[in-house]
């Protein structure tokens, strides 16, 4: 699905330097690397504040945390997502609350948060899925309308920009009161471990969610507020540093690639290509097909047999997870996340994908839908 070999290759000599750089400075926890990357993905994202933190689930945690949020305050998430999302709500003691996505996009669906809110709503997360971003002008009406905060998953989506109908764009995870971003080595910024940041412009919050990853502690040894240990290690953020100069062009990279999916998928019957937000860029985190009238099992049997990997982001929506079961949800109830559930299929996409590759795995692609 994806190729950090090559990647790694084209850039070797500056991530091995960063690398070696920390280990002769002997700063592996927060120093001096940590900052300088903080300082050029703040510059990149446009971000007043960036907050660099352990993971992207502890990021979505932070986030909830530092705003205050109190068992039973409602949250809503779409339900068909990677179950982060939902995970950190749970953890809190909040209430999440699910909604339906839309079938072009499969981001999450503005009528459906509309029609969820209630007295008890505090927040909603969008997921900018797969690498563009929710609709976010119409998310944001609805949560001024409501007194409600936004908090961005924009794990998928780093470098995907939106532009609002005033005319101003910016980027995936700068909108909401917060954004979340992960940089697990298989995201578009991936390191070579775990990582992941916060994105706000509001000072208090910033100051609020560096004190919660640094287990709620402003003066050392003094803990106003419960907090947890989420730090970005030194290492990461040299491999971060190094690869944020190239993040533009490994999107140019895969979108190429989509766009010789699209044109190859074009028409065909079986095979319905990814729909677009209309005031988002996307940055293909993942190139997901919808199939429709073929068995998907069969089609990724084929696709295996011929050497390529085809993925099922995600079998099963959260409403319909083990874990997350609720007398106020049934199957039957979110029915385009079900839908999206049975036959989505993401193909490879990454920045070394090259026009030999695409050809050899369009055409088998083509080739399975067809038997
Ligand atoms: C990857 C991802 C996360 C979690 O990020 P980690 O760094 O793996 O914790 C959360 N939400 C979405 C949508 C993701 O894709």
């Known amino acids: 699905m994806v190729d950090l070999q090559s990647q790694y290759q084209h850039i070797k000599a500056d991530i091995d330097r960063g690398i070696q750089e920390v280990i ?6 927060k120093g001096p690397k940590v900052a300088q990357f903080q300082e050029h993905l703040e510059a990149y994202t446009g971000a007043k504040h960036v907050i660099p933190v352990g993971n992207g689930t502890d990021a979505l945690q932070i986030a909830l945390m530092a705003l205050g949020l109190k068992p039973g305050d409602e949250v809503i998430t779409p339900t068909f997502t990677f179950i982060a999302t939902a995970e ?18 499969m981001n999450m669906s503005v009528e459906a948060v509309r029609r969820a809110i209630t007295p008890r709503t505090k927040a909603i997360v969008p997921v900018h899925l797969f690498g563009q971003c929710a609709p976010m002008e119409e998310l944001m009406a609805l949560a001024k309308e409501h007194g409600l905060y936004i908090v961005e998953d924009a794990c998928q989506a780093i470098g995907a920009r939106y532009t609002f109908l005033d005319g101003t764009t910016r980027q995936a995870g700068t909108m909401g009161e917060i954004g979340c971003t992960s940089f697990f080595p298989s995201k578009n910024l991936g390191c070579y471990g775990d990582g992941g940041a916060l994105f706000t412009n509001d000072d208090q919050l910033a100051a609020e969610m560096r004190a919660i990853a640094n287990h709620g502690m402003v003066v050392r040894y003094h803990h106003d507020r419960v907090g947890v240990n989420s730090r ?8 971060l540093d190094a690869k944020l100069p190239h993040l533009d062009q490994y999107i140019a990279a895969r979108q190429r690639a989509a766009a010789y999916y699209d044109r190859a998928f074009a028409g065909n019957e079986h095979l319905l290509v990814p729909g677009r937000e ?23 049997e084929a696709l295996q047999q011929a050497g390529i990997p085809a993925m099922i982001y995600y079998p099963v929506p959260l409403h319909m997870q083990k874990a997350y079961q609720d007398p106020r949800y049934r199957e039957g109830d979110f029915p385009v996340a079900e839908q999206l559930a049975g036959c989505v299929l993401s193909l490879p996409m990454h920045t070394e994908l090259d026009d030999e590759q695409l050809a050899y795995i369009t055409s088998n692609v083509l080739k399975a839908v067809e038997e």
């Open 24 to 29: 002769d400075s002997a700063a592996f926890v």
């Open 278 to 300: 209309k005031a988002s860029t996307h940055v293909f985190h993942q190139y997901t097909l919808r199939l429709e009238g073929v068995d998907r099992d069969r089609v990724r």
């Open 232 to 239: 970005l290690d030194a290492i990461q953020a040299a491999v």
């Open 88 to 105: 950190v709500v749970a953890l809190l003691g909040l209430t999440p609350v699910v909604v339906d996505v839309n079938w072009e996009t």
